[in-house]
Every structure is written in structure tokens, then in C-alpha cells.
């Protein structure tokens, strides 16, 4: 809702500084798109100039998609990003739900344990993790990646879901325990429900670091069966040679499923916003 | 009037359905909670008996919903016993203790239907789907609700919100009703009305209500007996009127009663044998000319059927409430003399002395 009191000006100048900044983010993105449906020479030519029916080629993506193994590192990142989404929701709202709900010994305590991941990176422990996946016999498997990133993602969403968890009114929790719901039926039932706009934005917090990441992949799980999308298209980058045209059909082709899913969650982020306002 | 017949044989079903069952009756013996180092109840021993409406009033803090929830089973007493229709249910869960609870802030499910709302616990209970309707059915047409039965509570009103509170409570059809505020998120009007409407059910249902308020009117005007509590414990027990006309401690003869009653030092009106005099401003006279005591008139309300004079004296300030209209003015030079024989003294300890 508008204040009433905001001057024309007042607004145009916060709009002129967000699209500047909007410009600026989306600048990278616009190139690498641009540049994905352009043959080489032009690449390098006329890094900026936007393909023309001269220039314009699909010689990359006609790499990326001859390769034949794409569609198995989109369907691995696909899994990868997917299933540690849900974990990293399904054990961040539960520990929230004990925290926030339940009075125990060294409740505080445990909260700042889980919180200590978002201080500390999970990739100082590199090595120890590459150890102990060693040991586990986990190395190239999609499993270690899920692992690893449901433990990366698990403290912020812990912490913000616990935030949230705290403004869900207790009667309302106790009137379903008067009804005879069982705690799982509450946490299921009557919490979750009412904390779907928190959940959206933890998801999209936890999403984008998975979908991007190049790092665990390139340690963990390197092998041709296990590569992610962010990896795969490495190959294309050569110590000597590398194939522009399809390293930016590959990106191109990354961000696409990034944006539905967000676009998705962004969509249940505003619907829960707008029905808590309506109340 | 139709409408009101087929209300009043609806009631009349519910009631011979539940024509065998009793009604309930709670016994608590020396409850204590505490949270911590916190000592929140110290020691409650309470008895209601069947049909009986009780109401716990207290100030914030006295432990009063705490000690609701206790009753209710959503929080465990540190030590001492419930038992509900004789049976011991310490350790039962909120669900089996044959109880429904109406809360401050209604509690609806969000995203739930009226309908639903009213129907989760039965359904949890595993009762069959015609019986649910059934009693949603008597339940909606006692309340009123007919009409919204479909719709999510966002889209109802405080009163309405209320009353499907309530209505899901009717529905368990419980030895034991438990109102936690009921209506203290409502406005004036609405609260008068919902005030007229639990008395009603109380007397159709004849069910047992237990009621925690922080209001001393709503207290008065409900009850079959009132439970005053401060500091986690019970500070008399009475019906309304028993306990406006003897109350047995300083602290209830402050807190029943509106304006609150005079509490005087009684070292300062030169009285020996007890420590504080109480004279509520009902019983006091003013004049003009003459009095036992002489104030000036501080401020005067007006409130049509009242109206009520702040005094100061040589003993502190000094509440008069007048029937009908009067006109003094401020400043004003005036003596006020109590009636005799409504005037109550109390010890040290703060009990009443008697006679």
C-alpha cells in the first residue's frame, strides 16, 4: 500500500536506483544469452552487439545437446538440487518446530549449535568430508552431494524457520491438541501451512548455492555419471582451447530451470504474503 | 419463531442423548506449578460440581490460565491431582479428558472451513461422518453459524470467529467447557451480546464451564460462583453477590466492585483495632453542609444513571458513587459520611475481622 505522503520525485528516483541495479544484475545473464546464439568469430568480435541474421548460429547448443550427456547432468542436478531442497525444508522445520515449541534443557544452547553453520563455510571441511565419503565409499555418488548440501543448507533454514515458528499462535497449536492431533498432525497440519512463506524463502535461499555450486561436484562426485550441470559444462573450457559458443549454451541452458523454480516458489512467497494481509 | 422451534428440538435431542451421562465435576487438590524458580500456582484446592459455572478473575500474573491450562492438560502441575467425574487424568492427554476449550484469540484453523473447524476433533476421534454432521448441525443452528458454514474463517467477523470457536467446542459435547478470555479480543457491544449468548448455552447445555477472566463484571454477571486468585492462590471462594457483601480479604474487597472500593489507613481516621478501613463509594453520602469527613472534589463523571466524586480528604483520596445526576463543582468544598454498618475492617494479615 502507497503512503500517501510519497512525492512523485521521491518514487522515481528509488525506482531509477532499482533499475539501475536491476540492469547491472542482469547484464552477465543478457551477454551470455546474446552471445549463446552467435557463431564464434562474432563472439569475439562484437562481444555486445545482439545476433544478427549474419551472425546468428546455434552451434553451441548443437555441441552442448551432441554431446548426449547433458540431459544426464541436467537430470543430476535436477535430483541433486531437488532432494536436498526437501531434506533441508523437512529437518529445518522440524528442528524449528522443537525449538520454538518445546521448553527443554539447553534449548538456547542447541539453537546457537544449529545456527553455527551460517558463520562458518561447510568447505573448510573439505577435506575431512572428502575423507569421510572416501571411507563411506560415497565418492561419485549423488548421495554425498545431497549429504552435503542438506548439511550447508540446514542452519540458515533452521534459523529462519524458528523465527517464524515463534509468531504461530500457541492456542492455535493447543486447540489441535484439544481436538486430539498428535504433534506430527500439528507440525504437518496446522505449523506448516501457516509457515509456507518463510519455507519459499529458505528454499530459494537454499536452492541457488546448490544449482551453481562447482565446487563439491568437481571434489565429490566427478565421474561422468555423476556430473552437474555447473561441471558439465567445464569440459567445454579447455587449458588451451575453449569452446565459447557452447560453454554459453550450456550456462543459457542452466539458468533456465533455476528461473522456473523460482518463479515457482517466489509465486507461494507472495501468495502468503498477500493471504496473511487479507486476515 | 420457526427457527427457534426447531433450535429448542435440536437441544432437546442433544440433551436426551447425553440424558444418562454426568455432566462432569472437577476436584483439583493442592496443585502446585512452577517454572523454574518461578512458583506460578502454590498449592490449589478447588471443587466444582456438575452444571456449576465457575469463574477464575485474578490480575494478570495470579496464575489464573495457568492453572486453566493445567485443568486442560497442556501443561503438566508440578505436583497435585485432577480429577475429572472422579477420575484421576494427571497423565491423560487434553484429548481424553472429555473437555473443549474457547480461546482468547479464537484459535480457528486458517485454513479450514467453518465446517471442518467444528468437525477436526470429532474426526480425529473417529466418529462416523453422519454423526459429525449431525452435531455441526445443532451446533451451527444454536450459534446461528447456518449461513457460513463453508466459509474460512478470514472471512468471518470477530463475533462470528467467536462463535465458531465456541461451536467447535459444543460439538465434542464435553463434561467440561474451558473459556480462556473468551472475549476480551471483542469490542464493547459484541462483548455484552457473547456475554448474554454463554449464558444461554450455559443454561440450555447445563454443561460445567469453567471461565478465565480478567474482568470482574464479566465475572459477576456470569458466574454460579467466582474463584478470586492472587499470586498463585485461591483467595476466596463464593458466589458473586456473597463475595461483594463479605469479602474475606483486603485484596478481593479491592478487586470486586467498580469504582474499587475505599481502602483507608485506619491509623489515619484515628481508629484502633484494625489496620485498614474499606467502604465501597456506593455507601457513602455527601452533603454540603455537614459530614464525618471533608473533602474537595477533585474531578466529576457523569455517567447518566451515575455519577461518581473523587475526593481528596486529610486521609488520602476518597471514591463516592451517587445514583442519578448530581452537580458539584470542582474544587467545591464537600463532607461525606459512610452507612453505617457497610463499612468492613481488616487485620494486618489483610483478613476480614468479624462483626
Known amino acids: 500500500m502507497a503512503k500517501p505522503t510519497a512525492s512523485p520525485v521521491r518514487t522515481g528516483l528509488v525506482h531509477l536506483a532499482l533499475i539501475i541495479y536491476t540492469l547491472i544484475a542482469l547484464f552477465p545473464v543478457f551477454l551470455t544469452v546474446i552471445n549463446s546464439f552467435k557463431d564464434r ?26 554431446q548426449g550427456d547433458f540431459v544426464l547432468y541436467f537430470q543430476n542436478s535436477f535430483i541433486v ?8 525444508l523437512l529437518f529445518g522445520a522440524m528442528a524449528a518446530f522443537a525449538l520454538s515449541e518445546y521448553r527443554f534443557r539447553g534449548n538456547t544452547l542447541m539453537g546457537l549449535y544449529l545456527a553455527l553453520g551460517i558463520m ?8 575431512a568430508i572428502l575423507q569421510g565419503m572416501v571411507a563411506a565409499g560415497l565418492v561419485n555418488t549423488l548421495t554425498a552431494l545431497i549429504l552435503v548440501y542438506t548439511a550447508q543448507g540446514l542452519p540458515l ?5 524458528t523465527e517464524f515458528m515463534q509468531t504461530v499462535s500457541d492456542d492455535l497449536k493447543n486447540a489441535g491438541r484439544i481436538d486430539g492431533l498428535s504433534e506430527y498432525s500439528i507440525f504437518f497440519r496446522l505449523v506448516l501451512p501457516l509457515v509456507r512463506p518463510a519455507m519459499a524463502t529458505v528454499a530459494v535461499f537454499t536452492m541457488i548455492p546448490i544449482w551453481n555450486d ?14 552437474t550441470v555447473t561441471l558439465g559444462s567445464q569440459v567445454f573450457i579447455g587449458q588451451f582451447v575453449t569452446n565459447w559458443n557452447a560453454v554459453l549454451a550450456a550456462l543459457t541452458l542452466a539458468i533456465v530451470p533455476v528461473l522456473v523454480l523460482y518463479l515457482i516458489f517466489s509465486r507461494q512467497l507472495i501468495r502468503g504474503i498477500t493471504s496473511g494481509a487479507v486476515k | 419463531m420457526k427457527a427457534c422451534g426447531r433450535v429448542n428440538q435440536l437441544i432437546y435431542e442433544f440433551e436426551s442423548r447425553n440424558g444418562n451421562k454426568t455432566l462432569g465435576s472437577l476436584k483439583i487438590e493442592n496443585i502446585r506449578k512452577s517454572f523454574g524458580q518461578v512458583d506460578v500456582l502454590k498449592g490449589i484446592d478447588l471443587e466444582v460440581k456438575d452444571g456449576e459455572f465457575v469463574i477464575f ?16 492438560g497442556l501443561e503438566d502441575a508440578t505436583s497435585g491431582d485432577i480429577l475429572i467425574d472422579g477420575k484421576k487424568v494427571n497423565n491423560t492427554p487434553p484429548a481424553k479428558r472429555g473437555i473443549a476449550m474457547v480461546f482468547q484469540t479464537y484459535a480457528l484453523y486458517p485454513h479450514l472451513s467453518v465446517r471442518d473447524n467444528m468437525g477436526l476433533g470429532l474426526k480425529q476421534a473417529g466418529k462416523p461422518a453422519d454423526e ?15 449461513a457460513y458454514l463453508e466459509r474460512r474463517p478470514a472471512e468471518l467477523s470477530g463475533g462470528q470467529r467467536q462463535r465458531v470457536a465456541i461451536g467447535r467446542a459444543i460439538v465434542r459435547e464435553p463434561q467440561l467447557f474451558l473459556f480462556d478470555e473468551p472475549l476480551s479480543n471483542l469490542d464493547a457491544a459484541l462483548r455484552v451480546n457473547t456475554r448474554i449468548e454463554i449464558a444461554r448455552l450455559h443454561r440450555q447445555l447445563k454443561a460445567t464451564m469453567i471461565y478465565v477472566t480478567h474482568d470482574q463484571v464479566e465475572a459477576m454477571t456470569l458466574a454460579d460462583k467466582i474463584v478470586v486468585l492472587n499470586q498463585g492462590r485461591i483467595e476466596q471462594v463464593g458466589s458473586p453477590m456473597e463475595l461483594y457483601n463479605s469479602p474475606q480479604t483486603v485484596f478481593v474487597a479491592g478487586f470486586i466492585g467498580s469504582p474499587q472500593m475505599n481502602l483507608v489507613d485506619a491509623t489515619k481516621l484515628g481508629l484502633s483495632g484494625a489496620k485498614t478501613i474499606g467502604i465501597r463509594p456506593e455507601h457513602i453520602q455527601v452533603s454540603k453542609t455537614s459530614g464525618e469527613w471533608k473533602g474537595s472534589v477533585i474531578h466529576v463523571e457523569h455517567l447518566g444513571a451515575d455519577t461518581i466524586i473523587y475526593l481528596q480528604t486529610d486521609f488520602g483520596p476518597l471514591t463516592v458513587r451517587l445514583f442519578g445526576e448530581h452537580n458539584y463543582d470542582v474544587d467545591g ?15 494486618n494479615e489483610g483478613q476480614v475481622i468479624k462483626g
Not at chain 1, 562458518?120 to 577435506?127: C, D, E, H, N, Q
Not at chain 1, 533454514?157 to 524457520?161: N, S
Not at chain 2, 468544598?333 to 487485620?347: E, I, K
Open chain 2, 333 to 347: 468544598v464537600l463532607y461525606a459520611t459512610p452507612d453505617a454498618g457497610r463499612t468492613y475492617r481488616f487485620d
Open chain 1, 41 to 66: 568469430s562474432s563472439i569475439f568480435r562484437d562481444p555486445l552487439g545482439l545476433p544478427t541474421p549474419s551472425t546468428f548460429s546455434l552451434i553451441g547448443y548443437q555441441t552442448v545437446l551432441g
Open chain 1, 81 to 88: 538440487t531437488g532432494v536436498s531442497i526437501f531434506f533441508v
Open chain 1, 214 to 227: 562447482l565446487w563439491f561436484p568437481l571434489i565429490l562426485a566427478p565421474s561422468d555419471a555423476t556430473k
Open chain 1, 157 to 161: 533454514a533452521v534459523f529462519i524457520l
Open chain 2, 132 to 146: 459429525i454432521k449431525e452435531r455441526i448441525g445443532i451446533a451451527s443452528n444454536m450459534l446461528s453459524l447456518d
Open chain 1, 120 to 127: 562458518i563455510p561447510i568447505r573448510l571441511g573439505t577435506v
Open chain 2, 57 to 72: 478473575v485474578g490480575p494478570s500474573g495470579c496464575g489464573k490460565s495457568t492453572l486453566l491450562r493445567v485443568i486442560a
